[in-house]
């Protein structure tokens, strides 16, 4: 073989080593290395109550902190109240949404929460933080605490309502219906506020306990007249209902993410800073957009959570 020849294949194989060891190295689709994020090497398990609004505030923040390079436990979806705070306090979860009215009156079993929502926090922070190294972070806008809806046909023919012609108006139609779930009329944040704010107690014959997703339908379908709701339920607006105004009677429930505090302070900049940027435009319509995008059109709470993650920059 000639010398050009040897030297033309010495060539093309230099070449070809090259070009094969720049597309295994610099090929952006086949790059995992996390290791320049704020989060990496950190692993979290997030949990999250069983109800539409509390699954989509948990995943927001599960696929934010994954984001930011964290190993990421997704518990979502884990249960009730009792079982989220008792998984916290255990370490079984690091972390849950929770509500700032709840932490006052359940865990921290206080009576007359503020109704300012910013010294509510405060109280509750700084109570839990100190008998349970439980750790308060962010504060959303939304406050999903309870209320009533009226028939949608109802209220435009009377004009509307607030909770003091809503009494009147059971008061003197004693045919009329108040559709309620089953602890509400027990609840000391339930129905006693509503008739110690209006001086109207509520006949027996007049309330009706139903499960809480038939207290919508029925309320649209004006089988009940009036029906307990969440305020930030995305059903109020879906359906044939509207919001009964409520001056300030019932308490407040913004949300928070509830931290092991232990677990928190490793990357407490980071965590405050994520909870910050998902809650501040998480106003009461914005979550009840977002809440009927799972209740009333059937989308996936993982979707709905990574399409606003989206929206602000988080993703």
């Not at 909770?163 to 139609?173: G, H, I, P, V």
């Amino acid at each position: 073989m000639s010398s050009a020849r040897i030297r033309m294949l010495g060539a093309a194989t230099a070449v070809l080593s090259v070009g094969l060891l720049a597309a295994c190295s610099s090929d952006p689709a086949t790059s995992t290395d996390d290791s320049d994020k704020a989060l990496s090497g950190v692993s979290v398990t997030v949990g999250s109550k069983d109800f539409t609004e509390n699954i989509l505030v948990g995943q927001m923040l599960a696929q934010a902190l994954s984001a930011e390079g964290a190993d990421v436990t997704d518990q979502t979806d884990l249960g009730g109240t009792s079982v989220n705070r008792e998984a916290l306090l255990s370490g079984d979860i690091d972390v849950y949404p929770d509500y700032n009215g709840t932490g006052w009156t359940v865990h921290l079993g206080q009576q007359e929460p503020s109704k300012d929502r910013q010294t509510l926090y405060d109280d509750v922070a700084a109570m839990d933080l100190a008998e349970n190294q439980i750790q308060w972070v962010g504060l959303s806008p939304f406050n999903d605490t309870y209320g009533f809806a009226a028939n949608g046909d109802l209220a435009a023919a009377e004009g509307g309502f607030d909770l003091q012609t809503m009494a009147d108006y059971l008061e003197a139609n004693s045919d009329a219906a108040l559709c309620l779930e089953t602890e509400f009329p027990d609840r000391p944040d339930g129905l006693i506020l509503f008739e110690e704010a209006t001086g109207f107690t509520v006949p027996q014959d007049q309330i009706q306990i139903l499960d809480t997703g038939l207290i919508y339908t029925e309320t649209a379908s004006a089988a009940c007249q009036f029906g307990e709701v969440y305020t930030t339920d995305g059903r109020i607006t879906a359906l044939n209902l509207s919001l009964v105004a409520d001056p300030g009677v019932f308490i407040l429930y913004n949300a928070s993410y509830t931290w092991n505090d232990a677990i928190f302070q490793e990357n407490a900049d980071v965590y405050t800073r994520i909870a910050d940027e998902i809650f501040a435009p998480l106003d009461a319509a914005k979550m009840a957009e977002l809440n009927a995008q799972v209740d009333v059109e059937g989308m996936d709470a993982e979707d709905v959570a990574a399409d606003y993650l989206k929206e602000i920059g988080l993703l």
